[in-house]
Structure formats: structure tokens, C-alpha cells
């Protein structure tokens, strides 16, 4: 009998591409579904991947036509712009990738009896939560990407609701290790490069941020579809806060850079939320606990790279 096929959506991107490269090692039948916007189904070749590829964007309703007659088991859900500055230029783009791509996804769930792992955001708690947030923080979109994932969040629950399709959503803090990117390590890294001899810092550096290595991440992602408990929301991260500019003078470090100036621009960018560090108690429970520190991480991905945009 073939082997039941495990989805991952966004498959050529940074997350997923490391997402089913883990699962395909481990003998899953893995296929990507990516529309090569941000990254490329090169991605999927260059980390020699043994998945299946097919380039479809998660909006088209034939996205999912060459699997109907596949026993499909877990959809892990990655495909997404996952970036508040594109969220808030074109909202509407936004909107349809997050919304429509999610209900597409939770409809091929419902018809082949599959469970969705939902990759959700911090960005969907309000700016003053206490910190470190927990799970029952009040929810409060702070962009127009997360007002998209708190719908996608209710739409998995609404469907576990109604249809019994088991879903779990996963709030990710900060994610970053080879091959990422954007964001401000990926930023940093690229500027540093190009001058080592100053490096620009937006905001005023005090901002507080949390970053999970790209490795705990996976392993998070397949504990939950293993042990999550359905229609519930799990925060993945370290729990462990940095503020930009030590995370600044660390980088600086790890790539043995000397007498480097930091400027600040004091600028707050539209969307930006100054602090979130996280509580994850929660996937604590489930027996996660992260295995790669900070700073070996940072030398892994200054060491392995980070990807073009």
C-alpha cells in the first residue's frame, strides 16, 4: 500500500523547505506546495530534499487536484507572506493569501479526513500583554497579517467545531537559522557583509524580541501533530527575551568584527510592537524543550548563510 502523503504548504520557503527536509528523512512522503514567490522550488534541490513538488499558489482551487487520490494524513500550513511591512502595503494580497490559501486548506483537510498544523503569529496579541505572554493573553491585531492569522486561527477552530477536523495552531515567536531570508538577523548579517564597519539599527534598539532556532522549530511542529491537543493554540518559542541591540553586538561578535558603529534611527516602523518575549508552558508540557542556545545558533547561520529575498 502507498504511503499516506503529509503536505507541506509553503514547502519551498525557509520554514518549510527545513520542514520537509526533517519529515522526508525520517520516511515521511512528503509533497511541497509553493508558488516559488519568495524562494523558489530550487530551495527544495539545494537542501536535497526528497519531496515531491508541486508549484501551485495555495489560492488556485486546483491546487490540491493531483493529490485527490492520495491518503493524505498532516497539512502543515506555512504558505504565507508572513511579513507585517508586505501585510501593510498591500492588505488585500495579504488578506488572500492568509485567508483564502487557510479555508482552501481546511477544505481539502475536511474532505480527506487530515489534521492541519496552522503556523500562527505573536503578532495576534495585544501590543501591552503582559510579558512573558501566555496563550490566554488578549488577542488584538496589531497589523493587517495579523488580523489574517487570528481569522485563520478561527477558521481551524470553527472547522474542528463543525466538521471534527483536527487542528492545531502554533504561534511563532522569532524563527531564524541557514537559508532565512528576511527579518533582522538575516538584515544584519547582509549589512554587516557589505560594511562591516558601521550597522544601521531601526527603532532605538531597545526593542525586545525572542528567536527560536530553526531546528526546535521543526521538532515543535511534528510534536504538536503528534501530541497537540486539538483546536488549541500552543506559543513556540524560547521564552528567553533579547533586545535588538545586544542581539546586535552578539552577531558583531560571532563574525569577528571589531570597533563596528551602531546607529540607531529611532524610527518605530507601522505594524512594529516594541516587546514580546513568550511563556511556553504550555508546549513545555507536551515535552518540548528548545536544544539549540542562541549563540550556537547564530554561528550556524552566520557559518551556513542566509538566502536572498
Not at 508572513?82 to 501593510?88: E, M, R, T
Not at 485563520?152 to 467545531?161: D, I, P, V, W
Not at 515543535?220 to 500552543?234: D, I, K, M, P, W
Amino acid at each position: 500500500m502507498p504511503k499516506s502523503v503529509t503536505v507541506v504548504t509553503g514547502g519551498a520557503g525557509f520554514i518549510g523547505s527545513h520542514l520537509a527536509s526533517y519529515l522526508s528523512d525520517r520516511g515521511k512522503r512528503v509533497v511541497a506546495i509553493d508558488n516559488g514567490t519568495f524562494r523558489g522550488p530550487d530551495n527544495l534541490q539545494l537542501m536535497n530534499i526528497k519531496a515531491e513538488f508541486i508549484e501551485k499558489s495555495i489560492t488556485d482551487p486546483a491546487v490540491f487536484e493531483s493529490l485527490e487520490s492520495c491518503e493524505v494524513d498532516t497539512i502543515y500550513h506555512l504558505a504565507s507572506p508572513a511579513n507585517v511591512p508586505f501585510s501593510v502595503r498591500r492588505p488585500l494580497e495579504d488578506f488572500k493569501v492568509n485567508m483564502q490559501g487557510t479555508l482552501n486548506v481546511l477544505e481539502f483537510a475536511r474532505e480527506k479526513k487530515a489534521q492541519v498544523i496552522f503556523p500562527s503569529t505573536v503578532s495576534v496579541y495585544a501590543k501591552d500583554s503582559a510579558k512573558p505572554i501566555s496563550e490566554k493573553a488578549e488577542i488584538h491585531a496589531s497589523s493587517p497579517y495579523a488580523a489574517a492569522k487570528i481569522g485563520g486561527e478561527n477558521y481551524c477552530y470553527a472547522y474542528t467545531n463543525c466538521y471534527g477536523v483536527r487542528t492545531v495552531v502554533a504561534r511563532l515567536f522569532n524563527v531564524y537559522g541557514p537559508g532565512m531570508n528576511k527579518y533582522v538577523i538575516h538584515d544584519f548579517i547582509r549589512k554587516l557583509q557589505a560594511n562591516p564597519k558601521s550597522l544601521t539599527i531601526m527603532g532605538t534598539g531597545q526593542q525586545v524580541r525572542e528567536y527560536t532556532y530553526i531546528d526546535d522549530v521543526v521538532r515543535a511542529f511534528v510534536l504538536l501533530a503528534e501530541r497537540g491537543e486539538s483546536g488549541t493554540a500552543y506559543n513556540v518559542g524560547t521564552g528567553i527575551p533579547v533586545r535588538i541591540i545586544d542581539l546586535a553586538k552578539m552577531i558583531i561578535e560571532e563574525m569577528g568584527l571589531k570597533d563596528v558603529e551602531l546607529i540607531c534611527t529611532n524610527e518605530e516602523a507601522v505594524g512594529d510592537i516594541q516587546e514580546w518575549y513568550g511563556d511556553i508552558t504550555r508546549l513545555n508540557k507536551l515535552g518540548f524543550e528548545p536544544q539549540v542556545a542562541f549563540r550556537e545558533g547564530l554561528k550556524r547561520t552566520i557559518k551556513g548563510g542566509t538566502g536572498e529575498i
